[in-house]
Every structure is written in structure tokens, then in C-alpha cells.
């Protein structure tokens, strides 16, 4: 009796699980498999969509940088201290994970845009944001830094602070800890984080669009193939970019899945 | 040696207060007291973990209130070991001497006399995390030598530990008081540990120090009801005091019992088991008390038999198995409790 009840729900999980897996793959193995090696292939020679990956990559690798430079410390101050409006910045980090991303891209600029509060003075010295790789990094870290800080900071918070304590009471200066035992020992939830937050990035495009139509990035290419040309001739880089992508994805994982030094048996 | 003047502490909703003791160069201090009286806030505010709110810190008459953790020397050994996982034995052993930059020949010389000292030689070369509860013990001592610290504070090391390692880590740690020459603070709330290691005690109780004195005084003339119940006083008792002739005669439920101490009024009265002599007939000496009894219960506690004892009110008794058999005790037998006023601990 109890048997056959555990195994109705196993199955109606089982069930509602590959429907799910189902809706995921299909469409990634479809577009794989239907457009053809040899028109993929042509893709990867379009001088324009190689340089709209390539954008893409130079971009989102900027972008996590600068997440890692400023969410980083962010992530250890979260973790360590308790201040007051604390709530309000965890709430802060997370809200470009709730807005819709025309939102953040219209919002940024209205901000960095050639007549925006900080795009216009610096127009007046020459530099450009909007319609530029830097308004790319800026929409790119609006919505994908939330992930390198969160993930950092599980990280800092699964290291007990008495740990740096003794390392501290053994001489140990502040800088010393973070160096020594604070960072080597929250490295994988760093990499995670960066990696989830590049792999964002890259992904990002909604944003990006509205603030940087040019220089394009790969989503914005695939687009406006489509618009212009329609789904055949937008297919075979949609294809590309999704091999690329998904085998840096697959080999990151495998790193970091044989990367298990400190965990315990 | 260590000499802390009027220290106070808040930390959330728990605070030290007015907390002052000094220990001596060598000594072993342990400090005693329940889970949440705030033993491990004060031993790490001492390392300098926290700020102090007020008071002041001494080494050796060096003012060290405001130093950082690591310009203050003190060694530190948590309950949890607190291990870098990060690292192998052998290094977290010479994290200290690493990160001051001393030199590999001597790091190596002083990480091989620590190892050989703690009996963990073997396992240099292994993580944290494959290691037994004692050893990881045993490394967090030695890496807490390793910088030769003139005061190493122990958080509770004992109470992770099972019976056999705790004996062994006990004659350790005295090891390394007498060897080393370090003076040592130890909180516990485990009364053995603090019976078998301390040569002073302090109870501290919600944030301040009851009682400071050596282990002997301490356990045999607690200060209050508090300090008698958690040291584990079995005979305590609650009467009225009067001076008499020099000395102070205490009456509760129709027990008279005379104690040299100097007190009158509403007062508690402890004895310590070991202090009373059990005999099968009345006896002359220069004992104060000797009271009638009948034996209630005996418990065999291995060494010894612990006996209740009805005089009118339950008494607890030790007596050794040579004298049960030389005097034939039985239960519901009638025996004569003789102790001396000077056993008789009176307090408010």
C-alpha cells in the first residue's frame, strides 16, 4: 500500500520532470541538428558574426572583471558585517534579477545615454558610452554582477570567522587572512560566480540593445539577421553561438566538478 | 602576568561586566562556568578578537587594550579546532612562523620538536579533514605553540573529546604548562577538568565573576548557592546562623551543626562528601559534629560508595570500600557523620 503510494508520486514527478527537460532541449538540439554542419560552418566564416561573438566574449570577460573588482568586496562586507540598511542592499543586488531587461537598458540610458546624468559630461571629454563596448559592459554588469556577488558571498559566509580569528591571533594581518585562507578557500564559489556571471552576460541581450545597438554583439546579430533576412539566415550563427557556448559551459562544469580539495568525505 | 582591570563587554543582548583578574607567570587559570555565562566572549576579547567597551588589558605590564589580534601574542585554541582545510598539519602548524617570516630551517626544527611533543609526527603530511577529533586537537594546540606565545587562551578543548582522549589531552596540556613555561587560561564548564588542571578558578556566571580563588578554596567554600550547586556541593543545606563560644551554630529541620566560620542570620550550609567520616558507633574526637543517621542508599561509584545518610535531613557520604566491609554497612543500619567545624562552609 505505502509502496504503490511512494511510487504514484515518483512517477507523476518523473513525468513532470522530462516534460520539463523536454521543452529545454528540444529546441537547442533541434536548431543543432537542423541547420547542418556545413551551414554552421559558413557562419563561423561571416566576418560579422565572428566579430559579433567576438564582442560578445570581449565584453562579458570585462564585464565579470569589473563585477569580480567591485562585487568581490561588496560580497565580504555583506558576509562579515552587520550595518545597518543591510536588508536594503541585498535587495539592491538583486533587483536587476526582477527587472525586465528593456527596463534596465532604457533606465542605464537614461544614465549613461549622451544626454544622461553621467553620459553627458562625459561626452564632453570624448567619451562615448551608449552605442559603444563600454555601454555593452554597462548593461551586461547590471544584470549578471547580482550572481558574482551572491555566489561570493556563500562563499565568505561558509568560512567560520573564528577560522580567520586564529589566523589573525598567529600573527596574521587582515590582509594576510584574506590572502592565505579567506580567498584560497571560497576560490570555487569565486570561479562559479564568474563564470555564471560571464555566461550572463554573454546571454544578455535585451539591455544591451537598448543601449548599444552598435557595436553588435551576438544576440543583436542573430536578431537583426532575423528581422532583415528571416529564420533561415539567422539559424546557422543562432547555432554557433550556441555550440560555443555551450561547450565553454560543459568544460567549466567539469573543472569545477573534479575540483573538490577541501570538501569533506 | 595577565591583568585584566574592569572589563566590559556588550555583544548583542549578552554583556561582561566589570570583569578583573590577574594571572600569574606559569599559572593554569581556568575559568568555569554554565553554557552562555560568556566564557568564550571574554577569552576572545582577551585575544582581541572584540574592542573593549571599557577597561583595560595588561602583559606583563604592557598596556595591550588597543592592539590587534596579531601584534598581541596569545595563542588561541577553539573547541573546533578551527583548522585551515586549505593546508596540510605541517602547514598549519608553521602558518605562524610563516607569516612572520622566520627562517624554513627554523620553522621546520620547532614544527618537528611540536610534532614530536603532541605525538602527531605521523600525520604531518595529511589534511584537516581526514584527521580524528584528538589529533585535530593536538594540531590546533601545537599550531598555537608555534609562534611561542608567553598566554595561550583553550576554548573548552576538552568537551569534543571522548574519555580516553580527554585524559591523555589533559596530561598534554599539562605538559605544555610546565614545559613551555606558558600561562594558560582554560574555560570549561566541565568541574573535573577544572579539578584536574587548574591551580586557580574563576566561576563566572552571566557575564561576571563570582568567585576567584584557588581550585581547593573554591570547591570547598563556594561563596554562594549559585557557585555551591555548579561546582556540585552535594550537601547543601538552609538554616539559621548564631554565634556561639567562638563559633557559629547553624539549626535547620532539628540538625544542629557547628562551623568556625564568623556569620549569623538566614544562611546556606555546604559539606563536602569527602570531608565526612562515617562510623558504626558514636565516637570521641575533637570533631565538632557527630550526628545520628540511617543509611539510605549506597551507590558504588568504583573507588568509593556514595551513601545518603538520613540524619533528618538526606547527607551524602563517601566511604571506601575497606571501611564498608570493616564496619559492615547495610542499608536502614544506624551510623554516627563526624566532621569538623572547620568543613562546615557557611554563606549568604
Same mark, same amino acid.
Given at each position: ?74 560580497? *565580504? ?6 550595518? *545597518? ?6 535587495? +539592491? ?26 553620459? @553627458? ?45 586564529? @589566523? ?38 535585451? =539591455?544591451?540593445?537598448? +543601449? =548599444? ?25 543562432? @547555432? ?26 | ?83 585551515? $582545510? ?6 598549519? /602548524? ?11 630551517? !627554523? ?22 579533514? #581526514? ?39 589533559? !596530561? ?28 586557580? /578558578? ?39 546562623? %548564631? ?7 547553624? %539549626? ?10 564568623? /556569620? ?26 557527630? /550526628? $545520628? ?24 557520604? #563517601? ?30
Amino acid at each position: 500500500m505505502m509502496q504503490n503510494k511512494v511510487d504514484k508520486v515518483i512517477l507523476i514527478a518523473s513525468i513532470a520532470g522530462a516534460i520539463l527537460i523536454t521543452m529545454l532541449l528540444l529546441p537547442i538540439l533541434n536548431i543543432l541538428f537542423s541547420v547542418g554542419v556545413d551551414k554552421i560552418f559558413e557562419a563561423a566564416m561571416d566576418k560579422n558574426a565572428i566579430s559579433a561573438i567576438l564582442t560578445s566574449f570581449e565584453a562579458a570577460l570585462i564585464a565579470t572583471f569589473l563585477s569580480f573588482i567591485f562585487g568581490v568586496p561588496l560580497a *565580504y562586507i555583506m558576509a562579515r558585517k552587520n550595518f *545597518y540598511g543591510k536588508s536594503i542592499i541585498e535587495s +539592491i543586488v538583486d533587483l536587476p534579477i526582477v527587472i525586465p531587461h528593456t527596463v534596465a537598458g532604457v533606465a542605464l540610458l537614461m544614465v549613461f545615454g549622451r544626454n544622461g546624468i553621467i553620459g @553627458a559630461p562625459l561626452d564632453n571629454i570624448g567619451v562615448r558610452i551608449s552605442d559603444s563596448i563600454l555601454g555593452i559592459v554597462a548593461a551586461m554588469m547590471f544584470v549578471s554582477a547580482p550572481f558574482l556577488i551572491n555566489q561570493a558571498r556563500e562563499g565568505f559566509e561558509s568560512i567560520d570567522p573564528r577560522m580567520e580569528n586564529v @589566523a589573525m591571533s598567529l600573527g596574521a594581518t587582515r590582509t594576510q587572512v584574506l590572502m592565505t585562507i579567506t580567498l584560497p578557500l571560497s576560490i570555487r564559489n569565486l570561479l562559479v560566480g564568474s563564470i555564471m556571471t560571464w555566461a550572463r552576460a554573454i546571454s544578455e541581450f535585451g =539591455a544591451v540593445i537598448v +543601449i =548599444a545597438y552598435f557595436p553588435m554583439v551576438a544576440p543583436t546579430y542573430i536578431y537583426s539577421k532575423y528581422i532583415e533576412q528571416g529564420l533561415v539566415a539567422s539559424a546557422p550563427i543562432a @547555432a554557433l553561438l550556441l555550440i560555443i557556448t555551450v561547450t565553454i559551459f560543459v568544460f567549466m562544469r567539469i573543472i569545477l566538478s573534479r575540483w573538490r580539495a577541501y570538501d569533506k568525505d | 602576568m595577565i591583568k585584566i582591570e574592569n572589563l566590559s563587554k556588550k555583544w548583542g543582548s549578552f554583556s561582561l561586566k566589570n570583569i578583573s583578574f590577574n594571572v600569574r607567570k606559569g599559572e593554569y587559570f581556568v575559568i568555569l562556568g554554565p553554557t552562555g555565562s560568556g566564557k568564550t566572549l571574554l577569552l576572545e576579547t582577551i585575544a582581541g578578537f572584540h574592542k573593549v567597551d571599557d577597561g583595560r588589558l595588561f602583559i606583563d605590564g604592557k598596556d595591550i587594550t588597543t592592539l590587534t589580534p596579531n601584534e598581541r601574542k596569545i595563542g588561541f585554541v577553539y573547541q573546533d579546532y578551527m583548522l585551515f $582545510p586549505n593546508m596540510s598539519v605541517l602547514d598549519n /602548524i608553521a602558518y605562524g612562523l610563516r607569516v612572520l617570516k622566520e627562517d624554513e630551517r !627554523k620553522i621546520d626544527e620547532r614544527v618537528k620538536q611540536l610534532a614530536d611533543m603532541l605525538s602527531i609526527s605521523h600525520i604531518l603530511h595529511r589534511y584537516p579533514y #581526514n584527521l580524528s577529533g584528538g589529533e585535530q586537537q593536538r594540531v590546533a594546540i601545537a599550531r598555537a605553540l608555534a609562534i611561542q606565545p608567553k598566554l595561550l587562551l583553550l576554548d573548552e578543548p576538552l568537551s569534543a573529546l571522548d574519555e580516553m582522549l580527554r585524559m591523555r589531552i589533559i !596530561k598534554d596540556l599539562k605538559k605544555i604548562n610546565r614545559e613551555e613555561d606558558i600561562t594558560m587560561i582554560h574555560v570549561t564548564h566541565s568541574r573535573n577538568d577544572a579539578i584536574l588542571l587548574a591551580d586557580r /578558578i574563576a566561576v563566572i556566571k552571566d557575564g561576571s565573576i563570582m568567585q576567584i580563588g584557588k581550585t581547593e578554596e573554591v570547591f570547598r567554600k563556594p561563596k554562594n548557592k549559585f557557585i555551591a550547586e555548579f561546582v556540585g556541593v552535594e550537601n547543601l543545606f538552609r538554616g539559621e546562623a %548564631k554565634r556561639t563560644n567562638g563559633l557559629t551554630l547553624f %539549626k535547620t529541620d532539628g540538625i544542629e551543626l557547628y562551623s568556625s566560620m564568623q /556569620i549569623e542570620g538566614d544562611v546556606y550550609a555546604t559539606i563536602r562528601p569527602e570531608d565526612i567520616i562515617i562510623s558504626d558507633k558514636k565516637i570521641k574526637s575533637s570533631a565538632r559534629n557527630c /550526628i $545520628p543517621g540511617v543509611i539510605k542508599e549506597m551507590i558504588d561509584m568504583g573507588n568509593v560508595i556514595r551513601a545518603t545518610v538520613d540524619c533528618g535531613i538526606p547527607f551524602m557520604v #563517601n566511604i571506601t570500600h575497606e571501611a564498608m566491609r570493616e564496619m559492615n554497612l547495610f542499608l536502614e543500619k544506624k551510623v554516627w557523620l563526624v566532621f569538623k567545624a572547620h568543613n562546615v562552609n557557611l554563606f549568604r
